[in-house]
C-alpha cells in the first residue's frame, strides 16, 4: 500500500505540472501564439510570473487568485486545469492494468483536458491537440499492445466514420473537428470506445434538452452546444467504466 500510495503522489505532482503547461496550450493555441515563448505572463498587465508564483495550485492558492505585481484576478479555471488533470492522471494509472493501458489512458487524458475547455470557450477542437494524440497513440499502442491495435484501429474507423455522416448530414451541427477526436477516442478506447459514444450522445441530448427549455424562444434557434466536451465526458466513461459497461451488456445478452 504505502508503493502504491507513492506512486499515486508522484503521478499526481508530474500530472499537476502538466496541467500547467495545459493552461498554457488552452490560451495560446487558439490565439496562434507560441507555446514555448514568451515566459508565462500576467494577462492584465504582461508581467513575467516569477519561478515560485508558478508552482500548480499552490501558487494560486497562496496568492488568493491575484497577480502579485497589478492584483488582477487570475481565473479558478487554472488550479481547476491543473487539479483536473493531476486527479485523472492518477485515476489512469491506479485504474489500468498494463503498460498500453496506463500510455494510452495518459495521453488520452492529456489531449481531452485541453480540447474540452477550448472547445467550450472558442467551439474549434484544434487539429495541432488531436492530431499528435493519435499519432501518439498509434506508436505506443501498436508498440505496447501490438494484437490490439486492429481492433483500435478498427474502433477508430468506426467512430470517426460515424460522427462522419453527421457531418455530411449536418456540417453546422458537426464539425470535422468532432469527427478526428472521436477517432482518437477509438484509437486509445478499442471497443470500449462503444459506450463512451453512447455516453457522449446521451449527455448532449440531455443537456440540449434542458438549454433548449430554459432559453428564450427567440433565441432557440440560435443555441448550440459544442460536442467536444460531451465526446471527452464519454471518453472518461469509456476510460473507467467501458470494459465493465460492456461486460454486463454481454452478460445480459448471454
Excluded: Q
Excluded at 73 to 94: D, K, R
Amino acid at each position: 500500500m504505502p508503493h502504491v500510495l507513492g506512486i499515486a503522489v508522484l503521478v499526481g505532482v508530474l500530472g499537476a505540472v502538466f496541467g500547467s503547461f495545459l493552461n498554457v496550450v488552452i490560451h495560446r493555441l487558439p490565439r496562434g501564439e507560441s507555446l514555448l515563448a514568451p515566459r508565462s505572463h500576467c494577462t492584465a498587465c504582461g508581467t513575467p510570473v516569477k519561478a515560485r508564483d508558478n508552482v500548480p495550485v499552490v501558487a494560486w492558492v497562496w496568492l488568493r487568485g491575484r497577480c502579485r505585481a497589478c492584483r488582477a484576478t487570475i481565473s479558478w479555471s487554472y488550479p481547476l486545469v491543473e487539479v483536473g488533470t493531476a486527479g485523472l492522471c492518477v485515476a489512469v494509472v491506479l485504474t489500468r492494468s498494463s503498460a498500453a493501458g496506463v500510455a494510452l489512458g495518459l495521453v488520452l487524458v492529456l489531449s481531452l483536458v485541453p480540447t474540452a475547455v477550448i472547445d467550450v470557450e472558442h467551439h474549434i477542437i484544434p487539429n495541432r491537440i488531436t492530431l499528435p494524440a493519435a499519432l501518439a497513440a498509434l506508436v505506443l499502442g501498436s508498440t505496447l499492445d501490438p494484437a490490439g491495435e486492429p481492433a483500435r484501429l478498427i474502433a477508430a474507423a468506426a467512430a470517426g466514420g460515424f460522427l462522419l455522416l453527421a457531418h455530411l448530414v449536418s456540417p453546422r451541427g458537426m464539425g470535422m473537428g468532432d469527427v478526428k477526436l472521436a477517432g482518437l477516442l477509438g484509437l486509445v478506447l478499442g471497443r470500449e470506445v462503444a459506450p463512451a459514444m453512447l455516453a457522449a450522445l446521451v449527455l448532449a441530448v440531455a443537456v440540449g434538452v434542458v438549454v433548449l427549455l430554459r432559453a428564450d424562444p427567440a433565441e432557440r434557434r440560435r443555441a448550440g452546444l459544442p460536442f467536444g466536451p460531451f465526446l471527452a465526458l464519454g471518453a472518461l466513461v469509456g476510460l473507467f467504466a467501458g470494459h465493465a459497461i460492456l461486460g454486463a451488456y454481454l452478460h445480459h445478452l448471454a
